[in-house]
């Protein structure tokens, strides 16, 4: 398996941009998560899906956020529009949730800088 | 609100040391508590730590939970350089719908040669 698949590995844009990360879960895991990690703030837990339903938003920063999954396969975290602050490293990470090990598995990341 | 608190923040240390990274824990449904390393890139999984009391190896690496304190620590033995890394505690709780980790700060060891 080719792991978790995140695309793209850096991302450089404007203030007011909006920005599209995209993130390809492990075939047959059926949880993702999207964390954000700054030196500031350490790794945050931004939005986790199940079976591709939103379960828990509450650690997005604020509505310029949004995620969705539209199916098992694909999942999109956007920012409209961006700010310096966003600067960031953003892991999609997925698991198979309900086995014994539940283990979560990272992307390689994208790095997102907001000039 | 969930709460996963590591520590040392940073350590140094010298080739062949052994050293003792601890994490504090106080969540709600807790489930199992997990280790992770991270280098330069994504981290890695090291150890799920369910049970109370009983110690996962892996090689020069180990930890053990132990649920009445709330804590967990992982051990590493005879470090080498390229045990210089970050190394992340979560926590893993569970409701119907899924499960969810709140992770810690984080220890940053160095390992000099």
């Known amino acids: 398996d080719a792991g978790v698949i995140q695309s793209p590995r850096h991302e450089v844009t404007e203030m007011g941009q909006e920005v599209t990360l995209r993130c390809k879960p492990i075939?047959?895991?059926?949880?993702l998560f999207w964390y954000r990690q700054t030196m500031m703030r350490g790794l945050e837990l931004l939005i986790y899906?199940?079976?591709?339903?939103?379960?828990?938003d509450s650690g997005m920063p604020e509505d310029r956020f949004s995620a969705k999954m539209p199916n098992a396969s694909f999942s999109t975290l956007k920012i409209q529009p961006s700010e310096p602050r966003d600067s960031a490293v953003y892991f999609c990470?997925?698991?198979?949730?309900?086995?014994?090990?539940?283990?979560?598995?990272f992307g390689p990341g994208t790095r997102l800088t907001v000039l | 609100e969930d709460k996963v608190v590591q520590s040392p923040l940073s350590l140094v240390v010298h080739e062949g040391d052994t050293v003792t990274l601890n994490c504090s824990y106080e969540v709600t449904n807790f489930r199992s508590l997990l280790w992770y390393k991270q280098e330069k890139k994504a981290p890695t999984f090291l150890f799920m730590l369910?049970?109370?009391?009983i110690e996962k190896k892996s090689g020069r690496l180990s930890s053990i939970l132990d649920k009445k304190e709330l804590s967990s620590i992982l051990n590493i033995t005879a470090t080498q350089t390229g045990d210089s890394a970050i190394y992340l505690c979560a926590a893993r709780t569970n409701n119907n719908a899924g499960n969810m980790l709140t992770f810690g700060g984080g220890t940053r060891l160095m390992v000099k040669p």
């Open positions: 990470a997925s698991s198979w949730a309900g086995g014994s090990t539940d283990t979560q598995y």
């Open positions: 369910t049970s109370s009391g």
């Open positions: 075939s047959g895991h059926n949880s």
């Open positions: 899906f199940n079976n591709n339903v939103p379960i828990d």
